[in-house]
């Protein structure tokens, strides 16, 4: 079972920029998405980035331009840079797991999420 760690939340002022970090560790046979969501005060979760086996990424339309996601070769650890923040980027910030496909032979995990980064971004 992989686990992620997410780290580098904090408070920035609007403008400013935060490197969001997310660790796994374990292993699967599986290949898999790696995603960032984020989830504000009082509103649901929702798609911030993803990157897959490849390197391709997407993102929301909220953050493009402004954020990058990137990895590194083994996958352990996944980036989600964010420059010219906005306070309305303001929200607990997730990392996930998204499993894609299996070898027919094994037996498909469920997804893993992180515990979450709090990012503040002040006007």
């Known amino acids: 079972q992989v686990q992620l760690v997410e780290s580098g939340g904090g408070s920035v002022q609007a403008g400013g920029s935060l490197r969001l970090s997310c660790a796994s560790s374990?292993?699967?046979?599986?290949?898999?998405?790696m995603r960032w969501y984020r989830q504000a005060p009082g509103k649901e979760r929702e798609f911030v980035s993803g990157?897959?086996?490849?390197?391709?990424?997407i993102y929301a339309d909220s953050v493009k331009g402004r954020f990058t996601i990137s990895q590194d070769n083994a996958r352990n650890t996944v980036y989600l840079q964010m420059s010219s923040l906005k306070p309305e980027d303001t929200a607990m910030y997730y990392c996930?797991?998204?499993?894609?496909?299996?070898?027919?032979?094994?037996?498909?995990?469920?997804?893993?999420w992180g515990q979450g980064t709090l990012v503040t971004v002040s006007s």
């Open positions: 990157i897959d086996v490849l390197g391709n990424t």
């Open positions: 374990g292993y699967t046979d599986c290949t898999y998405d």
């Open positions: 996930n797991l998204a499993v894609t496909t299996c070898p027919w032979n094994v037996r498909r995990p469920t997804d893993a």
